[in-house]
């Protein structure tokens, strides 16, 4: 039984940082798909930033390059985003997910978590 557990979210200030966790269980980690796609009202899903845990391709929408760092902690099956230099276009609710069969689908994941809302002024 797959579990994701976001936590992070809130509201702040354009120009502002957060950071999102994702808790992850019943899940092979090792060299799968796994990333972060967000949802605002009313637009489709969008892949933010997605990797292979065991290495290789990173993949950042363009939007997002150069403000948000997707990272892992092995140890404690925990995902992260960094968000910095937030936009009010990034106000939306982000889900960690899992099982993408590329870092660029991330938004067409297999598993995913209840999401997190994020709100930038």
């Known amino acids: 039984h797959v579990q994701l557990v976001e936590s992070g979210g809130g509201s702040v200030q354009a120009g502002g940082s957060l950071r999102l966790s994702c808790a992850f269980s019943?899940?092979?980690?090792?060299?799968?798909?796994m990333g972060w796609f967000r949802q605002a009202p009313g637009k489709e899903r969008e892949g933010v930033a997605a990797?292979?845990?065991?290495?290789?391709?990173?993949y950042y929408t363009d939007s997002v390059k150069g403000r948000f760092t997707i990272s892992q902690d092995n140890g404690k099956n925990t995902l992260y985003l960094q968000m910095n230099n937030m936009k009010p276009e990034d106000t939306a609710m982000y889900y960690c997910?899992?099982?993408?069969?590329?870092?660029?689908?991330?938004?067409?994941?297999?598993?995913w978590g209840q999401g997190t809302q994020v709100t930038v002024s």
């Open positions: 997910a899992a099982g993408c069969s590329a870092p660029e689908l991330v938004a067409g994941s297999l598993y």
């Open positions: 990797f292979y845990t065991g290495g290789g391709t990173t």
């Open positions: 019943g899940y092979t980690y090792s060299g799968h798909c």
